[in-house]
């Protein structure tokens, strides 16, 4: 982290004795010594103050003051030893001590401080500390109005920086210095000298208005009363040179006579010497054309020798490779002898009677004995004596070294080179996406707009390139998947790494206007990419201090292809910059995430109130958050507790002043918020409508209401309006909001326009020209008794259908709860509505595509809905571009071995992909049929969905082996846009879902058995 102490011993240990930064630190001494106003000297000098110099780094201004005030004590402090160290060393008369001006207790007549409150981003905490140490005087020395930015400089100061008066002190003295001539190999701009004094000390001294001025004028005068000399002694020089000049004319008229003399004689030379070199030239002819012919030989002798050291090169690297890849079938050999010898030892040992007595007293005990299943004992013994099968169970549930032979035999057909071949095939090869963002994408546990953005184009199938500007400065940060194949710092990149990734209509995203960004944006328009400046906050305010330039900024405003903002009023701002146009692109909601139907446990550490629990996350330190509201009603709702969350690193005097009903819960992944919301009352809002909150987009604010959260905000300009939200600057009226109730209203419709897929597809619409997808698409959804959640799910098809202009067909599996009657009414004119007088997975999706006209076949449950414009188009593409695949879905699982039941992918981190470089995995068992695609013609060679599983159970793991036998391959794709609310439908784990399990389980296992046994033990 910059500006910390390790940080800072580094830069001095590493750079010691640079004589560059000595110079530095000597000129800004004697900089502030030399214009400081002669009474301050006076005063100093003859009352013998002590002065300290805070953050002296290597000490060398120390020693000019030392020097200045020579009756005087200086001593010199800094937070870095290995600086401290640095000055003892060279400056052996002089105190100095190690020490953090937060820390520091002692006082001193005059604190002196040269270019470090720079470096504090609560420069202010930092500036009262240094005053209050002060008997007498504070003198600083400081940046003043950058024009550009310093990475170690977090502060930029202007008049409005300092305050006239602070508690016991006032500014006695101010100088602004603009610096000149050599001046700008030290500094280039501005530098302002001021002087606070105690109003104490101030009161013994004759002060006038005389004392405070700064003699600017006079210092310009005397300025332009140089130049004037200077002027004027140049001009003396320019006459005698003049003179002197006439005086060699004359010289070179006499020269010239005699020259004229010569050229008889020179042209008669010259006469003769042509004659040579065209001699001399026939010769080089001749030379030359020979030389071309030994530099031929030379360079097809060189490609030789070159070509001949590249083939031994790669003859050295195949043999290599030839030597480790026959290692490695060594191995794979010698690993399927050890298995092979294992499976033989088993089946001699399975062979032996003393083992078979054994698993038949085994088996007597567990089932006829201990258990209550004897008629399944009985069936298994008549079965071995009439050597039939009865329909008992399986051996090897009883048996342990058979399941450890089915183990081994799938070990033993495992194919290494399909599996490399599938890896290779899996690698996204999609439109890029580069975010040039602020901050890191786990700042503020991954809740910021970039961040945002980044998740949703890598779920939308996107490579996603993230870069950032700044590190982040939270004290705690959270581990998280980063959706990105890149992600990193600005300093760690250049051009030529983008240029070696770049593919055509890559999308470029700038997130401020930073002029180390500038050169990536010229770059991406060299290369016809696409480029949206997204303007997120007023930069003009101390948001921007760290980077902010309004010639950089208007150049982004001038460059970019797309223009967005995030508030209403920043539109407005814009227009004082620029003529081009601009889309109003608010925050959003990720509802992947925020989902309120979704079931959460109560985070440990989340307070409840006994009346109310209210909830704020986000950023707890900027100048825009109303502290005030908070302390207000933390006093007036006792029985109420405030959570907040967020870094309260930087605010210890807040935490430590708060109520006990103010709980400070520090920073959490965006992915812990909703369990957070779902056991709060209210969420809320306290930021002041100042020159930077009322230019603000808040975030939270769509994740608040996403869940359905009853919002108390103050009355920020594009929140007006919104659902479930109450605006009020009143903090009486906040108390009286907290203790009133207030009806939810249904919010379903405004989150489906401001979740980050409307966002994205947004800048996708401006960016991409062709929008309709051509092919043919059937949607076909089942639904049993499923009235509260189908809807959902037909008006998100609805809303997401234009560019694809797909058919939706319903198929009612004999609900009794007025699904049908409901879907016929509502969406009759708008859908195909089918009844199926079964209840069945199988024949109702048969039905479907029998009533169906797509060339693509699209598979949906009720309990699922979709949130992007583009969310077929991943599945789709696959089909289309991987010949091999035959089928597509968003779902999927696997099986633990010698089982029927395994894993699925909704339960596993990320839900299993863990790299954003993947497109799909084929290594998957089976696909569910809930957001599976695949093409009519399959589907038909297949011969559908076997219907004896209705009503339910095992026919997408039946479909997905028939998909296989067919000589395709399987893709898991998570990149489709699709929700889903688990076990809506199937009501698993019930005891009626356990035996249809069971049933069809044996019948699969049976029916592939039959038909292709190696595939079957393959996944199972």
């Not at 200077?230 to 001009?235: E, R, V």
């Not at 799938?410 to 194919?415: A, G, I, K, M, N």
């Amino acid at each position: 982290m910059i500006n910390n102490e390790e940080y800072w011993n580094n830069i001095f240990k590493k750079e010691k004795n640079d004589n560059k930064r000595e110079m530095q630190t000597s000129f800004f001494g004697n900089l502030a010594i030399s214009n400081l106003p002669r009474w301050i000297i006076e005063d100093i000098e003859f009352n013998s103050m002590i002065i300290c110099d805070v953050g002296c780094a290597e000490g060398d201004a120390t020693y000019l003051l030392s020097n200045e005030f020579k009756n005087n004590k200086v001593i010199g402090i800094d937070f870095s030893s290995e600086a401290i160290k640095i000055a003892r060393d060279k400056y052996h008369d002089i105190c100095f001590e190690v020490g953090d001006i937060r820390n520091i207790n002692e006082q001193y007549d005059v604190t002196f401080s040269s270019n470090m409150l720079e470096h504090f981003y609560n420069y202010k905490d930092i500036l009262e500390k240094l005053i209050k140490i002060s008997n007498k005087y504070c003198i600083l020395l400081l940046p003043f109005r950058e024009y550009y930015t310093i990475k170690e400089h977090h502060t930029y100061f202007d008049f409005q920086s300092f305050p006239f008066e602070f508690e016991d002190y006032m500014v006695c003295y101010f100088k602004v210095m603009t610096m000149q001539g050599e001046d700008v190999n030290y500094w280039f701009g501005e530098q302002i000298l001021i002087v606070y004094a105690k109003k104490d000390n101030l009161k013994t001294k004759n002060i006038s208005l005389r004392n405070f001025y700064n003699g600017y004028i006079e210092e310009r005068t005397k300025i332009i009363m140089d130049y004037d000399e200077k002027i004027n002694s140049l001009n003396k020089k320019l006459l005698e040179a003049d003179n002197n000049f006439k005086k060699e004319s004359q010289d070179k008229n006499e020269i010239k006579s005699e020259l004229l003399k010569s050229k008889d004689i020179i042209t008669e030379t010259q006469c003769k010497i042509d004659n040579q070199l065209i001699e001399i030239s026939n010769l080089v002819n001749i030379l030359g054309h020979t030389n071309h012919e030994l530099v031929d030989a030379k360079e097809q002798l060189t490609n030789i020798v070159k070509d001949k050291e590249i083939l031994n090169e790669n003859n050295k690297i195949l043999l290599s490779e030839n030597s480790e890849l026959k290692g490695l079938i060594n191995n794979l050999y010698l690993e399927k002898e050890n298995i092979n010898s294992a499976i033989n030892n088993i089946i001699i040992t399975q062979n032996s009677k003393s083992y078979k007595l054994s698993l038949l007293f085994k088996r007597f005990l567990s089932q006829f004995i201990k258990g209550n299943e004897k008629k399944d004992f009985i069936k298994w013994l008549f079965g071995r004596l009439s050597k039939k099968y009865m329909g008992s169970k399986w051996l090897k549930e009883f048996d342990h070294l058979e399941i450890a032979k089915l183990a081994l035999n799938r070990e033993s057909t495992f194919d290494i080179n399909s599996i490399t071949y599938k890896m290779e095939k899996n690698i996204k090869n999609s439109r890029q996406v580069f975010i040039f963002a602020s901050v890191p994408y786990y700042d503020v546990g991954g809740g910021q707009r970039s961040a945002q953005l980044a998740k949703t184009f890598n779920n939308m199938g996107y490579e996603v390139y993230y870069i950032y500007g700044f590190h982040s400065s939270e004290t705690e940060i959270k581990e998280m998947f980063i959706p990105a194949i890149m992600h990193e710092h600005i300093d760690k990149i250049n051009i030529q790494d983008i240029k070696d990734i770049l593919k055509k209509e890559a999308i470029f995203i700038f997130e401020i206007p930073y002029e180390s960004f500038e050169p990536y944006l010229d770059f991406a328009q060299k290369y016809n990419c696409y480029t949206i400046y997204e303007h997120i906050d007023n930069w003009g305010t101390s948001l921007g201090c760290l980077f902010y330039n309004e010639t950089v900024f208007k150049r982004f405003l001038l460059k970019a292809d797309l223009l967005t903002v995030t508030a209403r009023l920043l539109g407005e701002k814009l227009k004082e910059q620029t003529n081009n146009s601009y889309i109003y692109s608010a925050n959003a909601v990720n509802s992947e995430l925020f989902e309120p139907l979704k079931e959460y446990n109560q985070p440990k550490d989340l307070i409840k109130g006994k009346n109310k629990t209210l909830l704020y996350f986000g950023s707890l330190w900027g100048e825009w958050f109303d502290w005030e509201k908070i302390e207000y009603i933390s006093q007036k709702c006792k029985d109420c507790e405030i959570n907040l969350i967020g870094d309260y690193g930087p605010i210890q005097d807040k935490v430590k002043k708060m109520e006990k009903n103010v709980h400070f819960l520090g920073i959490k992944n965006q992915a812990e918020l909703p369990a957070y919301l779902m056991y709060s009352d209210i969420a809320l809002l306290p930021f002041k409508n100042c020159e930077i909150g009322k230019y603000v987009s808040p975030l939270k604010i769509f994740e608040y209401i996403a869940m359905n959260k009853l919002v108390l905000s103050t009355p920020l300009d594009d929140i007006k309006g919104y659902p479930n939200t109450i605006c009020t600057d009143d903090k009486e009226e906040w108390v009286k909001v907290i203790y009133s109730e207030y009806k939810i209203v249904d919010s379903n419709s405004f989150i489906l326009n401001n979740n980050w897929y409307a966002r994205c597809n947004q800048l996708l619409d401006k960016a991409s020209s062709k929008e309709i997808v051509e092919e043919s698409i059937s949607v076909i959804v089942l639904n049993h008794n499923n009235k509260k959640v189908i809807g959902r799910c037909v008006n998100s098809l609805l809303n997401h259908i234009k560019r694809y202009n797909y058919e939706i067909v319903i198929v009612d599996n004999n609900s009794h709860d007025g699904s049908y009657e409901y879907l016929d009414e509502n969406f009759g004119n708008t859908i195909k509505l089918i009844k199926n007088e079964l209840n069945g997975c199988s024949s109702g999706r048969n039905i479907g595509v029998k009533n169906s006209t797509g060339k693509y076949i699209c598979f949906l449950d009720s309990d699922q809905w979709v949130i992007s414009d583009r969310w077929l188009d991943t599945a789709i593409n696959i089909l289309k571009n991987e010949l091999f695949i035959g089928a597509v879905s968003w779902n999927a699982g696997w099986f633990e071995p010698g089982k029927t039941t395994g894993p699925i992918v909704d339960y596993q981190p990320n839900r299993a992909i863990d790299s954003s470089k993947i497109l799909y995995r084929n290594d998957i068992a089976y696909l569910a049929t809930s957001g599976m695609v695949l093409e009519r013609k399959l589907f038909e060679e297949i011969g559908g969905f076997d219907e004896y599983y209705d009503p339910t159970c095992f026919e997408d793991t039946d479909i997905s082996l028939k998909v296989r036998h067919a000589g395709y391959e399987l893709a898991y794709c998570p990149y489709m846009s699709i929700m889903h609310l688990p076990h809506q439908t199937t009501q698993s784990g019930s005891s009626g879902h356990s035996k249809l399990m069971e049933r069809n389980g044996k019948y699969f296992i049976d029916k592939w058995t039959k038909i292709d046994k190696n595939l079957l033990e393959y996944y199972l």
